[in-house]
């Protein structure tokens, strides 16, 4: 119930009338409305049917008791369809301290505008509204608007229809009521839908009254996946229809083909076109339902009757504009005219599950289509779609009930579902994993898209901005692939109806690690599914499972696995042809010694699956998915391993890749910000500086600060990466920032600023911990590293199993040889608490070597690295204690560290650690 809006189509006239409320009306208000502290005080909708017209009237009442709805109530706006019925309104008053100020005796009258709501959707109605600007209102007046509209539509012929939902809880109303009535010699059938219990009813003066009171109980919630019947909210619907032929039968007299093509007019060129072109019944259906979508723009014309008459098809043609009626009509008789069995059909495109258990009505359909009969088979041709052709016209759309338009009546017929021949989407990617698994993966994407999935790629097909087509290609593939895309094109082909989008691009941490071994989890139209139905509550124990649909998925995949990949396993279901939960799956896996192939699909059309089966269901479902592919590569050269020039090799396509970026667009920060990114990965500083500068220029942030700062850093250039710091907490002032100067300072010998800038943060709770963790590890180049001890110790008094707090009072020990004697205990704490969690043991093993028990310290070394290879502390401890006990390998950890942390040396020298 809309609640400043009251629309209501009416009948024949352009003029608004003040008359009183019609004779049958029993009015419903008995006083105490100005008292009422409901929003909405006053509900009163009564309906009547008689003569072939559906009068409505209301009587609504709002309490205006804030600002909103003071401003809310400001224009009343009652709209209606002047070709069809009128607009009468009998009271505006506003109800003020016991006063009743009567706007219409005032003066109050209506602006009247013509204007199409529905304009956007391709809709024209001829709505008239009448805007009343109401003056003077207060909060806590009560606004009382009352009208009636009257409805006569010119297609019914005298047969009537009304349907509207019932309002529910948990909707607020003072007093409210819905009632119809109708002569009870009139053949009226009414029925309602939803959860609502039956209204009472008797006969009263020769008429039959339904009264149902508002609000009424709100409906039990139902599962979001049960069918359509389900799920439909309470409402009534009457209708003076005996059954779905008297509907059928009724309308069949605007859908007749016979004499609506000219012998040797435009649409019968278009006929015989189309013979010439093919013999084939199927190929001339496919051409004409193309000729209808393609060159007959949508646009509903519900004037003069419009809403269920159709208009002609010459006319449908000559204008190249009509709604689905229209369409429906001129597909009809070419079709005809070429010898095609076919016919209109009524349908429900927002909810046909429920058409079954509706009231006979014309108000049960929202939309048309063709039914073409061919060689056995139905096909379900819709003149409103886009992009059909031979390959996927068979594809069935999900109406669940069809009503054939037939002069002898018909009743509802199944629209039955059946398996697509052809992808919506086929999807072939080839992915790039050479470059090693901390790189990011270069892949080229080609995608297919058939049907009304490819005609909506149609206009970005057309567009010569290649900035705008990269970022329709990143949008949607962001879902589907994720990462950068760089380069794009977008095609569409009229004569199949295919559009093909062809992307460039990278995607990022494709890979995990654990303990030596990278996996990598495999993307496909089969992997990822779940099916969790909620059926636990007893209402719901026998309420079946919708499927959603049609829809084909097909994708291929092409990997370059790294290189020097040896140890390559593929786990998981490799090859899957079955049918589960409604939708059929297909997969088949190869893995090759450089490369891996991955090929699989899924369908599913709509369909119900029953409360008995969801158990089966729910297991194939779960064994689907636990045999989700993955790629496990056992000890992988890892980013430290690879020296700079073969870094700068595989990293140079990626390279390439941002800097069309760049050629697309050079002003844009970002993309400079991107290559610097890659350009610091590849170990080239100073040209990654040179796009962060570049970067900076354009669109400077604390971000981009800190990045060039961390490319100064590694440069060695350290006053550079100081200053870069310093902008970057100037712009933002948070922690990540203030630790990061606070860092810099301490190694730039101004531990006692950055100790103080720290102190200034005034953090607490969390943030206060991380800031005591970073003070003590600065805490030594001021020679303050008792205050970090003690300042630790207070925060562990009051949270004694905080492992941040343990590892860094642990760490403190070690870096600064402070309270050795306490350290094992406080570190053996530390590891216990975290778990074994590398950067721990790597504290422990920094502690022990303080206290001389390298070999300790080396247990704990190759412990850490082993879940944590890259950690580069650990290389360096590891690297320093092997060179002292002769070892020369650890040149090679040390060399592996400083590729991870560039200015490692020096943080560690300022611990007093310098290896051999």
């Known amino acids: 119930m809309p609640l400043f809006v009251l629309a209501a189509p009416v009948l024949a006239g352009e003029e608004v009338r003040y008359v009183e409320p019609p004779a049958w009306v029993e009015p419903l208000y008995d006083g105490g409305l100005a008292e009422s502290r409901d929003n909405i005080p006053l509900y009163d909708r009564q309906v009547r049917l008689e003569d072939g017209t559906v009068t409505r009237y209301t009587d609504i009442a709002y309490w205006l008791d804030t600002t909103q709805t003071l401003q809310q109530a400001g224009t009343i706006q009652l709209a209606w369809l002047p070709d069809k019925g009128d607009l009468a309104v009998h009271r505006l008053e506003i109800l003020r301290d016991g006063a009743v100020i009567d706007l219409l005796a005032g003066g109050l009258r209506p602006e009247i505008l013509r204007r199409e709501r529905e304009l956007e959707r391709r809709s024209v109605d001829g709505v008239l509204t009448a805007a009343f600007a109401i003056p003077g209102l207060k909060i806590g007046d009560v606004l009382r608007v009352t009208s009636s509209s009257t409805l006569r539509d010119q297609a019914l012929a005298g047969e009537m229809q009304f349907a509207e939902g019932i309002v529910a809880e948990p909707t607020k109303i003072g007093l409210g009521r819905l009632r119809l009535s109708w002569p009870e010699s009139a053949p009226i059938q009414w029925k309602t839908l939803g959860d609502v219990a039956a209204p009472e009813s008797w006969n009263e003066s020769g008429y039959t009254v339904l009264d149902f009171s508002l609000p009424v109980a709100e409906p039990d919630p139902m599962p979001e996946d049960a069918p359509g019947r389900f799920t439909v909210g309470p409402q009534i619907q009457v209708g003076s229809f005996t059954d779905w032929a008297h509907v059928s039968q009724s309308m069949s007299r605007y859908f007749t083909t016979e004499g609506t093509i000219a012998p040797a007019g435009a649409i019968a060129s278009e006929v015989a076109r189309i013979e010439h072109a093919t013999d084939v019944p199927l190929e001339r259906a496919a051409m004409a339902l193309r000729m209808v979508q393609d060159e007959v723009s949508y646009l509903l014309n519900g004037m003069d009757g419009g809403n269920y008459l159709p208009q002609a098809p010459e006319l449908t043609w000559a204008n190249r504009y009509g709604d689905c009626k229209a369409k429906s009509l001129l597909l009809l008789a070419m079709l005809r005219a070429m010898g095609i069995e076919a016919e209109a059909v009524l349908v429900d495109s927002d909810n046909g599950d429920a058409v079954a258990i509706s009231q006979p009505i014309p108000g049960a359909f929202d939309h048309m289509i063709v039914r073409a009969h061919i060689a056995g088979t139905d096909y379900w041709l819709d003149g409103t779609n886009a992009g059909s052709r031979l390959a996927t016209i068979d594809e069935v759309p999900d109406f669940g009930w069809a009503l054939p338009i037939r002069s002898e009546g018909a009743d509802l017929i199944p629209v039955t579902q059946r398996w697509p021949q052809a992808p919506d989407r086929l999807l072939k990617v080839t992915y790039d994993m050479s470059a090693g698994v901390d790189m990011p993966v270069l892949y080229t994407a080609d995608i297919e898209f058939r049907g009304s999935m490819g005609a909506r790629w149609r206009t970005e097909a057309a567009l010569d901005d290649q900035m705008i087509v990269v970022g329709a290609a990143t949008k949607y593939l962001e879902d589907v692939i994720g990462g950068v895309v760089y380069d794009a094109r977008i095609t569409y082909d009229d004569e199949a109806g295919v559009a093909r989008l062809v992307a460039e691009g990278m995607a990022f941490d494709q890979f995990e690690f654990d303990r030596g071994v990278a996996s990598h989890y495999v993307t496909g139209a089969t992997t990822n599914?779940?099916?969790?139905?909620?059926?636990?509550?007893?209402?719901?124990?026998?309420?079946?499972?919708?499927?959603?649909?049609?829809?084909?998925?097909?994708?291929?995949?092409?990997?370059?696995l790294p290189e020097n990949s040896d140890a390559v396993q593929l786990s998981g279901i490799d090859t899957l042809d079955e049918l589960a939960a409604g939708t059929r799956f297909t997969r088949a896996a190869e893995l090759g010694e450089e490369t891996f192939e991955f090929r699989d699909s899924t369908s599913y059309v709509p369909t119900e699956i029953p409360a008995a089966e969801l158990g089966d269901a729910r297991r194939a479902i779960r064994r689907i998915a636990s045999g989700d592919p993955v790629l496990r590569i056992e000890g992988p050269a890892r980013l430290w391993e690879l020296d700079d020039k073969t870094i700068a090799r595989r990293l140079q396509p990626h390279i390439d890749g941002a800097s069309k970026l760049i050629e697309l667009k050079s002003d844009m920060a970002a993309f400079h910000a991107f290559r610097g990114t890659l350009?610091?990965?590849?170990?080239?500083?100073?040209?990654?500086?040179?796009?962060?500068?570049?970067?900076?220029?354009?669109?400077?942030?604390?971000?981009?600060?800190?990045?060039?700062?961390?490319?100064?850093?590694?440069?060695?250039?350290?006053?550079?990466?100081?200053?870069?710091?310093?902008?970057?907490?100037?712009?933002?002032?948070?922690?990540?920032?203030?630790?990061?100067?606070?860092?810099?300072?301490?190694?730039?010998?101004?531990?006692?600023?950055?100790?103080?800038?720290?102190?200034?943060?005034?953090?607490?709770?969390?943030?206060?911990?991380?800031?005591?963790?970073?003070?003590?590890?600065?805490?030594?180049?001021?020679?303050?590293?008792?205050?970090?001890?003690?300042?630790?110790?207070?925060?562990?008094?009051?949270?004694?199993?905080?492992?941040?707090?343990?590892?860094?009072?642990?760490?403190?020990?070690?870096?600064?040889?402070?309270?050795?004697?306490?350290?094992?205990?406080?570190?053996?704490?530390?590891?216990?608490?975290?778990?074994?969690?590398?950067?721990?043991?790597?504290?422990?093993?920094?502690?022990?070597?303080?206290?001389?028990?390298?070999?300790?310290?080396?247990?704990?070394?190759?412990?850490?690295?082993?879940?944590?290879?890259?950690?580069?502390?650990?290389?360096?401890?590891?690297?320093?204690?092997?060179?002292?006990?002769?070892?020369?390998?650890?040149?090679?950890?040390?060399?592996?560290?400083?590729?991870?942390?560039?200015?490692?040396?020096?943080?560690?020298k300022g611990y007093g650690l310098v290896p051999r």
């Open 529 to 560: 599914w779940s099916f969790q139905p909620d059926r636990a509550r007893s209402a719901w124990r026998e309420i079946p499972y919708r499927t959603g649909g049609p829809l084909t998925m097909a994708e291929q995949w092409t990997y370059q």
């Open 679 to 908: 350009l610091t990965l590849a170990r080239d500083y100073e040209d990654a500086i040179a796009d962060l500068d570049r970067a900076i220029d354009l669109e400077g942030s604390a971000e981009l600060y800190l990045l060039r700062g961390e490319a100064y850093n590694a440069m060695g250039e350290y006053d550079l990466a100081l200053a870069d710091a310093q902008t970057a907490f100037d712009l933002q002032g948070d922690f990540e920032y203030a630790s990061n100067l606070a860092l810099r300072l301490s190694l730039a010998g101004r531990a006692d600023e950055a100790l103080d800038l720290l102190d200034r943060l005034g953090l607490s709770g969390d943030e206060g911990v991380d800031v005591d963790t970073a003070w003590a590890e600065m805490s030594g180049h001021a020679d303050r590293a008792a205050e970090a001890w003690d300042r630790l110790q207070v925060a562990l008094d009051r949270q004694p199993d905080d492992v941040s707090l343990l590892n860094s009072q642990c760490w403190t020990a070690g870096i600064w040889s402070y309270q050795l004697e306490l350290a094992e205990e406080v570190c053996d704490r530390a590891v216990a608490v975290s778990g074994n969690a590398p950067g721990v043991l790597d504290s422990r093993a920094l502690a022990y070597y303080r206290l001389g028990r390298k070999d300790e310290a080396m247990a704990d070394l190759e412990a850490a690295l082993a879940q944590e290879p890259g950690q580069a502390a650990s290389l360096f401890l590891r690297g320093l204690i092997r060179l002292e006990n002769g070892d020369k390998s650890g040149r090679e950890d040390l060399i592996y560290a400083r590729r991870i942390e560039p200015g490692i040396d020096r943080q560690y």
